[in-house]
């Protein structure tokens, strides 16, 4: 992932060991909506994420109280060669699947730097999320969907019709990650997404070696 706007050796070791070795770690979830757009929230979990069992984001704090699985999924070609690489996480005793998400790298034509492209499965296409990455300046990972517009970083909905398929951004939706290691030398991430410029939910990671 190196580039011009991403020095991945600024990265603190820790977070490096945890991308490289994902299935050897579990993780504690903790959550917190705002209103009102936890309102926009319950109506989209209850209506279509819990249907199509995808995108299960936790409304009230006591969701992850069990804790959160983390399986990775590899696909290969038939030739043996390394396709796709998927991650499933489930909420612990609710059978939800919060994320089932393909994870690859790839360019956008408004980066110079590779990105992290996100595919979530849907109904009739996908949501894929494009995520910019950076360093922070005590060692952190960022990662931020925000971007100039289309065929930047950002949130897209691919969809498909008959003889057709359609792709538009999200302008008004944004994810940020920040992963680092706290005081205790412990590996966490917070993630927060916000929609029309107000925050939806928050997510913290503790995030440790089976």
């Known amino acids: 992932m190196n580039g011009e706007t991403f020095d991945p050796n600024l990265v603190d070791e820790k977070i490096r060991q945890f991308y490289e070795n994902t299935a050897a770690y579990r993780m504690d979830v903790w959550a917190q909506s705002y209103f009102p757009s ?3 929230l319950w109506l989209l979990v209850s209506t279509i994420c819990r249907k199509v069992n995808q995108l299960n984001f936790p409304i009230r704090a006591l969701d992850t109280a ?3 699985t983390s ?10 060669n ?3 690489t998927g991650w499933f996480r489930q909420v612990l005793g609710a059978n939800r699947v919060i994320y089932t998400g393909f994870y690859m790298l790839g360019g ?8 992290i492209k996100v595919v979530f499965p849907m109904p009739d296409g996908n949501a894929t999320v494009i995520l910019r990455p950076s360093a922070g300046p005590n060692g952190e990972f960022l990662l931020s969907s925000a971007g100039s517009g289309f065929g930047d970083a950002g949130f897209y909905r691919i969809q498909k019709g008959k003889n057709v398929v359609r792709a538009w951004r999200i302008n008004s939706l944004h994810e940020t990650f920040r992963v ?5 030398d412990v590996l966490r991430c917070d993630h927060n997404v916000r ?3 107000l925050p939806v939910i928050s997510l913290h990671y503790r995030i440790e070696t089976n």
Not at 71 to 76: F, Q, R
Not at 108 to 115: E, M
Not at 180 to 184: I, S, W
């Open 82 to 84: 390394r396709k796709y």
């Open 38 to 40: 936890n309102i926009a």
């Open 66 to 68: 069990k804790g959160m």
């Open 195 to 197: 929609f029309l410029g």
């Open 180 to 184: 680092y290691v706290d005081d205790g």
């Open 108 to 115: 956008v034509p408004l980066h110079d730097s590779l990105c």
């Open 71 to 80: 399986e990775i999924v590899l696909l290969n070609t038939p030739e043996g």
